[in-house]
Structure formats: structure tokens, C-alpha cells
């Protein structure tokens, strides 16, 4: 793995400097299945609760962290939801996607909540 180090004024020139850096690798990301997976999740109206959720408060609670992915998404040319929707990739694997049995594996699955 490759070490940078970076100085920055800010979060957001941070993000932006590290989607410079990366953007082939960030734009090949959403080729794949995993991510194809998370933007199906995305378009149905639970996924679309969800990111509102998930971004109102992560914006109330880490602001900074806001600032960088949008700097992300402006330096890999994507778009801000597409960073959001990975950044928070784990948290919809967990509690919304049903059928994973090995790491990487992410079959056509069906959406739930975990509320039950």
C-alpha cells in the first residue's frame, strides 16, 4: 500500500486532492457489481430514507466529513452521492441486504429493513 502524506487548507481541499490523486480508481469502483448494488439500493424508497437520514445527520455530527467527500466527488468528477453511497456501504451490507455469504459476494439480493 502506497503511503501519502498530504497538507491541505481544509477538509474539502483535502477530498479534492485525494480524488485528483484516485479518480481512475473511484470511477472504476462504480463499474463494479458491489457498487451497481448500492445505487439499486439507492433508487427504492427505503434506500432513498435511508442516504436522507444518513446524510442530515452526518452533516449535523461530523461536518468536516461532509466537506471531504464533497471534495472527493469534485476531484474524481463523480457525483457527491455516489462518495456518500460508498462511504456509507458497510451500514447498508448490515442492516438492509440479505444473502451475503462471503466477503466481495454480492449477489441480486432483496432489500429489507432491519426492523422487523
Known sequence: MQTVILRSKNNYHFGKTIGTKYRKLIRAYEQTDSFEELKDFYKT????????????KTTRCYPRFIEEI??????????FENVFIRSMSSEIWLHFCEGMKRKHEHPRKKYRSHRT
Open 45 to 56: 424508497d427505503l434506500g432513498k430514507k435511508t442516504y436522507e437520514r444518513c446524510l442530515a
Open 70 to 79: 464533497r471534495g472527493v466527488a469534485e476531484g474524481a468528477k463523480v457525483p
